[in-house]
C-alpha cells in the first residue's frame, strides 16, 4: 500500500511542476486577444488548455487500461492520480471563472467556462476511443 501512496506522490509532484511550468509558458506566450483574459495574474486560457490536455490524457489511459487490464496499479497511481490529478485543476478553473465574472468580463467568462468543460468532456471521450484503438483487440 506504501508504494501506492509513493507512486501518488511522485505524481503529484512531476504533475504540479508541469502545470506549472505550462502556465508560465503560455502566460508569457499567449495570443494578444486572448492575453487579456487574466484572472489571479495569469492568463486564464492556459489553465483551459492545461485542463483540456489533461481531460484528453485521461480518455486515453481509461480506454487503454479498458483493453489492457495488466497495467500495474501502481503505474495507474502515478500517472492518473497522481500526475493528471496534480496537473489538473479544478479550482483554479472555477476561482478564475468567478474572478473573470467579477472583473465584468462576461464574455470571456462563459467562453472559458464553455470551452474548458464542453471541450473537456468531448476530449475525454476521444480519448478514450483513441486509447481502445491504441490498445488493440481486447
Given at each position: 500500500m506504501w508504494l501506492h501512496a509513493v507512486a501518488v506522490g511522485v505524481g503529484?509532484?512531476?504533475?504540479?511542476?508541469?502545470?506549472?511550468?505550462?502556465?508560465?509558458?503560455?502566460?508569457?506566450?499567449?495570443?494578444?486577444?486572448l492575453r487579456g483574459a487574466r484572472a489571479a495574474g495569469h492568463w486564464v486560457w492556459a489553465t483551459c488548455?492545461?485542463?483540456?490536455?489533461?481531460?484528453?490524457?485521461?480518455?486515453?489511459?481509461?480506454g487503454w487500461f479498458q483493453r489492457q487490464s495488466a497495467m500495474d496499479e501502481r503505474w495507474k497511481a502515478l500517472v492518473v492520480t497522481g500526475f493528471l490529478g496534480a496537473f489538473t485543476t479544478f479550482s483554479t478553473f472555477a476561482g478564475d471563472a468567478v474572478r473573470l465574472g467579477d472583473e465584468k468580463d462576461m464574455a470571456s467568462a462563459l467562453a472559458y467556462v464553455l470551452a474548458?468543460?464542453?471541450?473537456?468532456?468531448?476530449?475525454?471521450i476521444a480519448g478514450i476511443a483513441l486509447g481502445r484503438v491504441a490498445a488493440g483487440p481486447g
Open positions: 503529484g509532484a512531476l504533475g504540479a511542476l508541469a502545470r506549472h511550468g505550462v502556465l508560465l509558458a503560455m502566460s508569457r506566450s499567449g495570443p494578444e486577444g488548455v492545461i485542463n483540456l490536455v489533461g481531460c484528453l490524457a485521461l480518455g486515453i489511459l481509461v474548458t468543460v464542453i471541450g473537456g468532456i468531448a476530449l475525454c
